[in-house]
């Protein structure tokens, strides 16, 4: 395991045990209703930031893959995109975790939460259109269409609808005071960006191996 | 092209003195009052520790995991590159 190849696959594990000690034994402000839930800040968030980070690279590598075809382009848009909905997936049961015990239940009727959601089976449909397709050039074709015009959609819906709504349980949407506060104190800021950088470099870890497989199964079946 | 870089300039200047959220300020009571409930007890006993210990130990198990998914790849892709290296010989 060479350190110069593989240094980010070290500064992660690195960067994940740190966030995951300071995450837990790191001063926080007291805050009513969030009380020590406030470190979900670092989790549930940081992770929703590590999605963002994954599907616009997917969406990059569709755009490389309608300019110059290629099987890597194809599978690695594939790929990012699929982690992505994983760590949707995550984000959206932890944020119904944390919602239940300070919002009061599991689905709040939240426009962020829909709008998540809403995401989520956007990219599900991605999906389904690739294994519609037999054809690969076809399918690499659509389907890197299908990607932009689904983050397109993606960036709107999450950042700029739960803003626009009239009642938002969410910080910084709806009429709440931004969580900027919260998340610019510097206590929280030393584990917070590190966080962020630490589950994006996770899951760029798991687009690469999952790539490299789906090549090496590609070579496989052209032999 | 010179249009659409006034036309940015100006909506990004236009952009920044929307103020929809307010943003409020930690205070330094934020830290030290006794009124709002923490884990202080989990801390003081030490058994937040134990807590550490268990996210330790599942991280460090999924990690492990991932490591030897991604060894196996790589012996997998040094096998395929040897063949074909094996078939150009001949």
């Known amino acids: 395991m060479h350190i110069k190849k593989y240094w980010w696959k070290y500064l992660c594990v690195a960067l994940l045990v740190y966030v995951l000690w300071m995450g837990l034994m790191a001063k926080v402000p007291r805050l009513a209703i969030l009380n020590e839930t406030i470190r979900n800040l670092h989790f549930h968030v940081t992770m929703w930031f590590g999605m963002v980070i994954l599907l616009t690279i997917s969406m990059v590598y569709a755009v490389k893959q309608l300019r110059s075809p290629c099987p890597q382009h194809d599978i690695c848009s594939a790929e990012s995109a699929s982690v992505g909905v994983l760590f949707g997936i995550l984000g959206l049961a932890t944020g119904m975790i944390w919602a239940q015990y300070t919002w009061g239940s599991f689905w709040s009727g939240d426009p962020k939460q829909k709008v998540s959601a809403i995401a989520l089976m956007i990219y599900l449909a991605y999906f389904v259109l690739r294994n519609s397709f037999e054809d690969a050039e076809q399918k690499a074709r659509i389907s890197a269409i299908y990607n932009i015009f689904a983050f397109a959609t993606y960036i709107p819906l999450i950042f700029v609808v739960p803003r626009l709504s009239d009642d938002s349980l969410h910080p910084g949407n709806g009429g709440n005071p931004g969580f900027n506060a919260y998340d610019l104190d510097a206590s929280l800021r030393i584990v917070f960006y590190p966080a962020i950088i630490a589950w994006a470099l996770l899951g760029w870890w798991l687009v690469e191996v999952r790539t490299r497989i789906a090549l090496l199964k590609l070579q496989l079946e052209e032999n | ?90």
């Open chain 2, 1 to 90: 092209m010179k249009k659409y870089f006034l036309l940015i300039v100006f909506s990004l200047l236009w952009g920044g003195f929307m103020n929809a959220q307010e943003k409020i300020a930690i205070q330094p009571s934020d830290y030290t009052n006794h009124e709002i409930e923490m884990a202080d007890l989990m801390r003081s006993n030490g058994k937040i520790y134990v807590v550490i210990a268990v996210i330790m130990t599942i991280f460090g198990g999924i990690i492990a995991y991932l490591v030897h998914l991604d060894l196996k790849t790589k012996k997998l892709e040094n096998l395929l590159k040897e063949k074909k290296d094996v078939h150009r010989h001949y």
